[in-house]
């Protein structure tokens, strides 16, 4: 299908497209790789009035290694992040769940923070983001700019603590830390497509940090202690995110790939050359 | 900039390395854009919520799906389509290959996936069948299958490797 009608803007600075924003409200939508946005537009799931366009705003263009975050400016696609020199090393979860994101052809045009505003509960860079507990910045029409934590910005399905004003800057990575290991796995019918359940792991020497996704209304990230056997504490993960039957899979299928997958990732082994599969970004 | 919802605007682009405009309301995607105003058909459309694959073109450079993109965001970019790649003397090298190895029937997914794959075959020189089978995942074709595509793709690859082997190195390996 074809979009409804919308007025086109193209800001070229953040404090005009924040008063687009805050002009036009509820009737506004902002874009930028447009590769989630666009597929809503076509089948008028979404009909905004006015389009804000933040290609034109050169500031944003950026990847920074600060001291201890990997800073990702909000025009920066996820096939450039996926080329940054150095990013296995620097982020190491992101090299390995990046390949997942939709396809070669979509993060060729679909933006970090685009992924991140989305905030869609089964996305890989949102699970990565709330797994590392990393930040997301945003900027006011004012000029004023504040960092809202992971755990707090997404707040379920397409839902963020992002306000009307307000446009996403640049979201935070932190470093590897030494020591810690970093592993993804993830389920969908085909590579590619929205994940059934996706997990994210930091593995520390006497604790691991679970991240889910695909199951709760947003990413979840839980602490468990390092036992020899996680099987009860993947069984109360499991348990707790409230998942539901969809047209993908039943509850039950999910929480039973939460405890086989998470006990697999926590083990460790060959399971992550599967995920290594696609690296060349 | 600001365009208003019912207003058709200006849009140029370099299609093919020739520069070419035309007008586009806000709302209309590239695809429709190329083949109803530039008249470059080779451009296929399919799904248009980007999950096949077919209206794929290169947007400067990048293999992009031309659904996912509306015309006037590609204002003063470079679009290639599968236009630009016969030359005067005929099919181009990848394209000879998906004949010979039969890598499509009906044909109408194949204009996108040959933008992907040249994409592809610059960034990757020397790829695994599973890069190569990664990259096709972007794209739907439903009556031949990707066999053929995969030794297309890996055929040209090593066509192109080998073509640009310095002679030097050649004359070693002859000895």
Known sequence: MKPAAFDYWRPSSRREACELLHEHGDEARLIAGGQSLMAVLNMRLAQPKHLVDIAGIEDLHYIERRDDHLAVGAGVTQAELLQYPGLAEAVPLLALAMTWIGHWQTRNRGTVCGSIAHADPSAELPLCLATLGGQVVLENRRGKSRRVMAEDFFQGVLTTDRRQDELITEVRFPLARPGAEYRFREVAMRHGDFAIVALAAVIDSNRVTLGVGGVADRPVSRELARHDDPSEALNALAWSLGAEDDAHATAAYRRQLIRELGRELIAGGPSDEENAHARQG | ?175
């Open chain 2, 1 to 175: 900039m600001h365009a208003r919802a019912d207003q058709r605007i200006r849009v140029t682009l370099t299609l093919n390395s020739r520069e070419r405009s035309g007008y586009a309301e806000p709302r209309t995607q590239l695809c429709d854009f190329l083949r109803h105003e530039l008249g470059a058909t080779g451009t296929h459309v399919g799904c248009e919520h980007g999950v096949c694959g077919a209206c794929t073109v290169r947007v400067d450079g990048r293999a992009s799906r031309s659904c996912l993109m509306l015309a006037v965001q590609a204002e003063g970019r470079r679009l290639d389509t599968v236009e630009s790649l016969a030359g005067e003397e005929g099919l181009s090298d990848l394209q000879q290959a998906f004949r010979r190895h039969h890598a499509l029937q009906c044909g109408f997914c194949t204009a996108g996936i040959l933008m992907s794959c040249e994409e592809f075959l610059e960034r990757v020189a020397d790829p695994s069948e599973a890069q190569v089978r990664d990259m096709l995942s972007g794209h739907l074709c439903r009556c031949t299958g990707y066999t053929g595509m995969v030794q297309a793709v890996l055929d040209v690859a090593r066509t192109r490797r080998e073509a640009t082997v310095p002679d030097s190195q050649q004359e070693n390996n002859d000895v």
